[in-house]
């Protein structure tokens, strides 16, 4: 039985009828959601990401997902794009997710490690109607250094050979401490714009730019591109959003919430560049060697999950975008990508 629980309070339900739920369309793809049990074991050495994600929640099942979905968003109807947890045992937790997709109804991305030979990954996403992949940077050789890891370490290029062929989503979360605008970052996301045109490219979390500084110059180069998608999944960058909307438009951004770590009960400020999360103090323990938290004794503070969508609500206001193209991020671009996977709603 999973232990995860939401807890939405008076402020919660306010911001959601106050402030999106006139703004949010009826339905809503949220294109970037893990799923995980407590049983399932970590899987090998992890090289590079975040610590202060295991702080918010240690799982959430495919069951506890659909109605936290409700929870969240009690007006709109809401499909999952849905994968495994990036440090969970990769079999079990694969497994475990196709079982689920095809219980609840749900498109499903299968989880890869580097080190996987690309015919068996082939039949086995086939086999398992997964409608493409989730690489993820830990998941490199383990005697990299997490500085250098590149994403040909994680994603390499068999596989990304077999989902071109197919014609595959490829869910892709960039390393190295640069982020979107690190050069490496860039050479080899043109790279696999030009070499593996058939593939549906989505950059998670418009490239971890969570600060102003973390965009440099990247969208005068991935604005030129034609393919790829952006995700705005854990970013509630105003300038992150608002770059990329105007290097690629509105039919390339899609929206996903990284559940269950979008239940995280915070808001974000930048200071010289480095994002924080500001979280009630006490709520998540002892954070004082998380250099990504902040603790503050305010009481309205909500959750990541409206963070986000209230970004996208700025933003749009900002430029003046129309319902149909806010609809476009929410709901159109998504269904249009799993469409082109023959997958229908």
């Known amino acids: 039985m999973s232990t995860f629980k939401l807890n939405l309070n008076d402020y919660d339900r306010k911001v959601y009828e106050t402030e999106l739920k006139d703004f949010l369309p009826k339905n809503i793809i949220d294109f970037h959601i893990h799923v995980n049990r407590a049983e399932f074991e970590s899987w090998g050495d992890h090289n590079g990401g975040s610590a202060w994600t295991d702080l918010v929640a240690k799982e959430m099942d495919a069951d506890d997902l659909m109605v936290v979905l409700k929870q969240l968003l009690p007006e709109n109807n809401v499909t999952p794009l849905v994968f495994g947890g990036c440090l969970c045992d990769i079999n079990a937790v694969n497994d475990y997710t196709c079982e689920a997709g095809k219980r609840l109804s749900f498109p499903t991305l299968f989880r890869t490690s580097y080190d996987m030979p690309a015919d068996w990954l082939e039949e086995q996403v086939k086999a398992g109607g997964f409608l493409g992949l989730k690489p993820y940077l830990s998941n490199c050789p383990p005697y990299l250094p997490s500085k250098e890891v590149r994403i040909y370490d994680f994603l390499p290029k068999e596989h990304l050979e077999v989902a071109n062929k197919n014609g595959w989503i490829v869910m892709l979360h960039i390393p190295r401490d640069g982020r979107l605008k690190d050069p490496v970052n860039l050479a080899q996301l043109l790279e696999i714009e030009e070499n593996y045109p058939n593939l549906k490219l989505v950059v998670a979390h418009i490239g971890r730019a969570y600060s102003k500084e973390d965009i440099g110059n990247a969208f005068d180069l991935l604005g030129k591109t034609k393919n790829m998608y952006f995700d705005f999944t854990a970013n509630v960058s105003d300038d992150a959003i608002r770059a990329c909307i105007e290097a690629v438009g509105t039919k390339r951004l899609i929206f996903g919430s990284d559940l269950p770590i ?60 129309t319902d149909e193209q806010v609809e476009d991020i929410l709901y159109g671009n998504a269904k249009r990508l799993l469409a082109e996977m023959n997958y229908t709603l």
Not at 272 to 297: A, I, K, Q, W
Request: charged residues 30%; glycine residues 6%.
């Open 262 to 321: 979008a239940i995280m009960r915070m808001y974000r400020i930048t200071e010289n560049g480095v994002y924080y999360n500001v979280v009630p103090r006490g709520l998540y323990g002892n954070v004082d060697g998380e250099p990504h938290m902040r603790e503050s004794d305010e009481t309205d503070i909500t959750i990541m999950y409206y963070e986000q969508l209230r970004a996208l609500k700025r933003v749009a206001a900002d430029l003046k975008l």
